[in-house]
């Protein structure tokens, strides 16, 4: 332990600063070593490797000449390095898991408590969400997601803090059971065979498998695991459980977890808006998601968006100034000084998320 910690980028790094931890690259391998003296080379090296920002000790900092704290990063920047080194703690958990060893249970401690301690970082979190995005390594991303979009709404929905801890423990690990589904459905890129689709849907039961084997983990949140894609209607798997049955941590991680799959696809295959997928959460689930859920989540996370700007159809750029509960997609927008709501001019529609 040598005190304080800062984030700075590598670019303002200096010799004579000393690494406040293992520096690792994207597949896990160890670039410097926790308490290694940075010098010039080393400085190039993790440059070279594409890394951008490290953890230093304050001390260290100190006692290189020239140098003031304001080169430490801001609370954003923290809040990105953070949440990439938690997307490799969960790769590292999934691929031990499928290796055959046993969930880790303090590397999952570590993330949720990590999680609800930037809880404050609401409007961080949902732009990381909305923003970080990698097809190959979507599971793990997915799975933060899921897990701030869940802690989020058990906060909104004012749950208690047992239940805030509950549901983001059971976002992070909803999806684990895919590290037991053969890696070539996984990573397949076409459309799954009617067996192979049966064998993904059995990743519900193979993470309750998992997680309930680990007797510290609470049983509401295996459960919740087993039964994160059953729908209200009695339609999902693997129970067929209509919502009555359903624990409300499931329910929580069942619309954090369709969100989330909904921003990724159309990220990739449009350039939409949030708006949109906002829109077609709230008329495509149905009979799928719980409505007290859904509703806390749609008026809470398109709070966030009054006062983003917009491109329209028409060239102009907007300011949303309000959004309209019954058409997500059609906020009320400012521009310049007039006012238009677009769920009365149909005719003009948002284009871009600027
Ligand atoms: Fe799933
Ligand atoms: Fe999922």
């Given amino acids: 332990m040598r005190g304080r910690r800062f984030i700075i980028s590598v670019d303002s790094c200096k010799p004579g600063m000393r690494t406040a931890e293992a520096i690792v690259n994207k597949y896990g391998g160890v670039i410097l070593f926790e308490d290694t003296s940075l010098d010039e080379r080393a400085i190039e090296h993790l440059k070279n490797m594409g890394i951008q920002y490290i953890p230093v000790y304050e001390e260290s900092m100190l006692t290189v000449s020239g140098v003031d704290k304001d080169w430490a990063i801001t609370d954003e920047y923290n809040f990105n390095v953070k949440y990439e080194q938690d997307v490799h703690t969960i790769k590292k958990a999934l691929s031990d898991i499928s290796s055959g060893k046993r969930l880790n249970k303090e590397a999952t401690d570590g993330i949720v408590h990590s999680m609800i301690s930037r809880a404050q970082e609401n409007r961080n979190m949902i732009d990381t969400v909305m923003q970080i995005r990698s097809i190959d390594e979507y599971t793990y991303y997915h799975c933060m997601n899921v897990s701030m979009l869940s802690m989020m709404i058990a906060r909104w929905m004012d749950l208690g803090d047992t239940m805030v801890k509950k549901c983001t423990e059971a976002g992070l690990l909803h999806d684990v059971g895919k590290a037991m589904v053969p890696v070539e459905i996984i990573n397949k890129p076409g459309k799954l065979t009617d067996s192979e689709f049966e064998e993904m849907k059995r990743h519900s039961e193979y993470g ?147």
């Avoid at 159809?313 to 309000?322: K, L, M």
């Fill in 208 to 354: 309750y498998l998992i997680v309930s084997e680990n007797r510290s983990i609470d049983h509401d949140v295996a459960l919740a695991v087993l039964t994160h894609h059953e729908k209200e209607d009695g339609s999902g798997y693997p129970l067929g459980l209509t919502g009555d049955k359903i624990n409300q941590i499931a329910k929580i991680v069942a619309v954090s977890d369709i969100f989330d799959a909904m921003t990724a696809n159309r990220v990739y295959k449009y350039k939409d808006t949030p708006f949109k997928v906002f829109e077609l959460m709230q008329h495509q689930s149905f009979g799928v998601l719980d409505p007290t859920v859904l509703n806390v989540f749609l008026n809470n996370m398109t709070h966030y968006y009054v006062g983003s700007k917009v491109r329209l159809s028409t060239g102009e750029t907007a300011e949303v100034v309000f959004m309209n509960r019954l058409d997500f997609s059609r906020p009320v927008v400012k521009v310049e000084e007039s006012f238009i709501d677009l769920a009365v001019s149909k005719t003009v529609t948002i284009v871009e998320f600027l």
